[in-house]
């Protein structure tokens, strides 16, 4: 049996595995000594490689390029030369037509790695002339990039996952780590054991509020208010190191006069905590040495995620917890990629390495490199548009790589509308997705563990994950086939491995210039920035408080609270939040093919919801339950207890028959364009299933 190290493909923990692999197939895993992990991992780690194997349990696996010649007809296999002269020819015609501006593209946040996504964005921009290109990074921390680069210079975790349990205080806030990355869960609980005190600030009682030494259960849709409350509570009552916000930070007049009206008691009625909670909470936070944020996607899926990421990173600025080791803030990224995607370009506003298109100089850098005359400065599409945009007639074309919107974009039938209203929807997948299945093309891709590369885990950490057995059918790996288009296109691409495109990057890179292959090989990890070969990379940010904006300090920022978009009713009484289960990931396409995981959650298809709250309504614990909203209706499970708080109720985004994206509303925060996934107004009935 042979072992080949890698990197498991599903959370940002960037844990490494072994994949045993006999007689050409993967028959198992077993965890590595990796820097995150350290010998550890979720069961997804263990078991969630059997997709590699066909099983079937959900969907095939795509091994043939596909064409469909008629909207509602059938796929017909072709050959790749035919695909590829499909694709580009129709792309060319739709530019022709419409302008570079009509077409849509997607880099992927999983298996594809990063430095596909690299040629994905440079195809992007170099072939097809436009900035539209976006990732997955847009529907969950994309208001943790937007905010952090505004008040800190860099839109990534400062700290490291291995660091946070050297913390004393951790101060967790909308972020369910036992869900969402179970080894950063383990490094909360060695926390914990290790003296650390725990705040969590969630409306459930999650698996963390049960080690926390202060649980803030606030009300759904509060989250600015309580951070804003935060602050005042640190300002007003003498909490934060007067000196390091003289020396460090800037705003601070402007930051105190909006927070003064938050006080305690003010906030209590829309956070639905007691003033001395909240006082609580930053005593416990402001009197530990070194003390950590941690957030998830409670805090961005908000139609005010941006300001709120910002408010943490006050806090954290205000209590000189940044700069040195043990301390920071934690935006944990979700998908195994999701900060390499961001970290390549695959965003409508950066080349890679977060060098603006409205950079001038950025753009002639980038330009002269890849041998294009001039590049579009002009912000594109972020992912949550393209159903307007569609709908307006200014999108004809849509290039999706390795997601799929038709499961996790917010108000699905609006998206479904867009879809049948696009003129050219072009799929590379490794399964017949939503979105495949109502593709004009089908490009079959090879997966993660049938190609190599480099991801970056959540804390900016670089490795390589390796091709463990040769895949079956006729696809390619992403980059092959994106460059063949982009050839056939006028805009010749010859790579001829992954590392003649990651050392073309990190060229263009100042920030990953010094992390070569051979550096992270083996158990090699290197945290960007890595300005050169002789550098090891960067375990926290911000030495010495020297922040990356002009002039070096921290900008403190906060605004006003503003309530969610949708309100509850007579018709519609409880809030529906959207959240993850442990044993699946995303849109279950990978999870839903692994054979002891649907083993274990065949149906993840549950609404929690609060006890009295499902007495009221004569729904029982398990029993099959109507969840409607204003935009759709959808069947599931009822999971009744008392760990959710009144009001609210809860669905997994996993679950295929009944999406919980039918149901949640398209509000955009104004900046990060992420959807207020968290909050919408629905109503729940119970089904007699005698
Ligand atoms: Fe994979 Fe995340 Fe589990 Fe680690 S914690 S094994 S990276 S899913």
């Known amino acids: ?13 960037g844990c490494k595995l072994n994949l045993l692999v006999e007689q050409g197939k993967v028959v198992g895993a077993e965890a590595a000594d990796g820097v995150t992990n350290q010998g550890t991992l979720c069961l ?97 921390h994309g208001p943790s990039v937007a905010g952090l680069q505004v008040t800190l210079g860099n839109g990534a975790m400062s700290n490291s996952i291995g660091d946070i349990e050297n913390s004393d205080c951790l101060l967790i806030f909308g972020y369910n780590a036992a869900d969402s990355h179970p080894i950063v869960a383990r490094r909360i609980l060695k926390a914990k054991q290790n003296g650390a005190k725990i705040i969590v600030c969630d409306p459930r009682y999650i698996e963390t509020a049960r080690l ?28 934060y190191q007067h000196q390091y916000v003289a020396q460090h930070t800037e705003g601070f007049t402007e930051y105190r006069q909006t927070v003064s009206r938050y006080t305690p008691e003010y906030v209590a009625a829309i956070t639905g905590l007691t003033p001395a909670q909240i006082r609580e909470a930053m005593q416990i936070y402001a009197g530990a040495k070194n003390a950590t944020i941690l957030w998830g996607m409670g805090v961005t899926q908000w139609g005010q995620g941006v300001d709120v990421v910002k408010g943490l990173s006050g806090l954290a600025l205000l209590t000189g917890n940044l700069g040195r080791p043990a301390v920071g803030v934690g935006p944990v990224r979700g998908q195994n990629n999701v900060q390499g995607a ?27 490199a890849w041998g294009v005359k001039k590049l579009s400065g002009k912000i594109g599409c972020a992912i949550t548009e393209v159903p307007h945009r569609v709908m307006e007639g200014k999108l004809k074309a849509y290039y999706i790589m390795g997601e799929d919107p038709l499961q996790t974009e917010p108000d699905l039938s609006l998206m479904r509308q867009a879809f049948e209203k696009l003129e050219l929807v072009v799929v590379q997948d490794i399964f017949m997705t939503k979105t495949a299945a109502m593709a004009d093309v089908i490009l079959p891709a090879t997966s993660w563990g049938e190609h190599e590369g480099v991801y970056t885990s959540a804390d900016r950490g670089f490795q390589r994950f390796a091709k463990a057995v040769e895949p079956d059918g006729n696809v390619l790996p992403d980059w092959q086939i994106i460059s063949r288009i982009s050839t056939a296109m006028g805009y010749p691409m010859h790579y001829r491995n992954t590392q003649e495109i990651w050392d073309e990057l990190r060229g263009l890179c100042p920030l990953y210039a010094g992390v070569t292959y051979e550096k992270m090989a083996g158990l090699g990890y290197v945290q960007w920035p890595c300005p050169d070969e002789a550098h090891p990379g960067t375990p926290y940010l911000y030495k010495d408080n020297i922040f990356s904006r002009p002039g070096g300090k921290g900008l403190l920022f906060a605004c006003e609270w503003r309530p969610p978009q949708e309100q509850t009713d007579a018709q519609y009484p409880l809030v529906l939040c959207t959240v993850r ?29 609060n006890d009295t709250d499902a007495a009221a309504l004569g729904i029982k614990d398990n029993q099959l339950v109507w969840i ?18 009144r009001g609210a109720v809860y669905m997994t985004y996993q679950w295929w028959i009944g999406a919980c994206n039918e149901l949640t509303l398209d509000h955009l925060d104004p900046i990060a364009k992420t959807p207020e996934y968290k909050h919408c ?10």
């Open 44 to 140: 997804k780690g263990y078991y969630g490689w059997d997709f590699l194997n066909d099983t079937r349990l959900l969907t095939p696996r795509l091994k043939q390029p596909m064409i469909r010649r008629q909207r509602g007809g059938p796929f017909e296999n072709v050959d790749w030369d035919e695909a590829i002269q499909f694709v580009s020819t129709r792309l060319a015609e739709i530019k022709q037509q419409h302008g570079a501006e009509a077409i849509m593209v997607t880099g992927s946040s999983r298996g594809p790695g990063n430095e596909t996504n690299y040629v994905m964005q440079k195809f992007v921009r170099a072939a097809l002339g436009s900035n539209n290109i976006d990732c997955c990074a847009r529907v969950c």
């Open 212 to 239: 926390a030494d202060l649980w803030l259960p606030l009300n759904n849709g509060s989250n600015m208010a309580l951070v804003n409350s935060f602050a005042n509570v640190l300002i007003e009552e003498g909490l």
């Open 1 to 13: 049996m042979e072992k080949v190290l890698t990197v498991c493909p599903y959370c940002g923990s």
């Open 342 to 368: 961001c970290d390549m370009g695959a965003l409508p506003n950066t080349f890679p390495g977060y060098q603006s298109v409205t950079d001038s100089a950025a753009r002639s850098k980038f330009a002269q």
């Open 681 to 690: 107004a629905v109503k729940l009935e119970a089904i007699d299933d005698q």
């Open 581 to 609: 289960e442990v044993g699946h990931y995303s849109c279950r396409s990978m999870t839903g093919n692994c054979s002891a995981l649907q083993t274990l959650a065949d149906e993840p298809g549950y609404v929690q919801i």
């Open 628 to 645: 409607s909203s204003r935009r759709g209706k959808v069947i599931s499970r009822a999971q009744v207890s008392g760990r959710t708080n």
